[in-house]
């Protein structure tokens, strides 16, 4: 089993910045992609940015140039780093990897969601 814990959430002014952290443990084989997705009220579900296990990254157009994702592959570990916020940032945020023996045997894990707002 795999449990996912995030980590970082909190309430910041506008412009301000926080970090998420998302943490990976137990029966964990290989790690492919993992990413943060959120989910505001009344919306569906996003995705916010990925990163492959060779370290390619793929940003949401309303987040490009203000977060950044990056993983820590010994510590299983998933960052998201949100420089800028805006009022338009506040969300539930998930994390959700890809993980299994072979590629072909892979599936998705989600985390609990972590909240972030965003105002004055």
């Known amino acids: 089993q795999v449990q996912l814990v995030e980590s970082g959430g909190g309430v910041v002014q506008p412009g301000g910045s926080l970090r998420l952290s998302c943490v990976a443990s137990?029966?964990?084989?290989?790690?492919?992609?993992m990413g943060w997705y959120r989910q505001a009220p009344g919306k569906q579900r996003e995705l916010v940015a990925s990163i492959t296990s060779g370290g390619s990254t793929n940003y949401a157009d309303s987040v490009k140039g203000r977060f950044t994702i990056s993983r820590d592959n010994g510590k299983k570990t998933v960052y998201l780093q949100m420089n800028n916020l805006k009022p338009e940032d506040t969300a539930v945020y998930y994390c959700?990897?890809?993980?299994?023996?072979?590629?072909?045997?892979?599936?998705?894990?989600w985390g609990q969601g972590t909240q972030v707002a965003v105002s004055s």
């Open positions: 137990g029966t964990i084989f290989n790690l492919y992609d």
């Open positions: 959700k990897i890809t993980s299994g023996p072979l590629w072909n045997h892979r599936r998705d894990y």
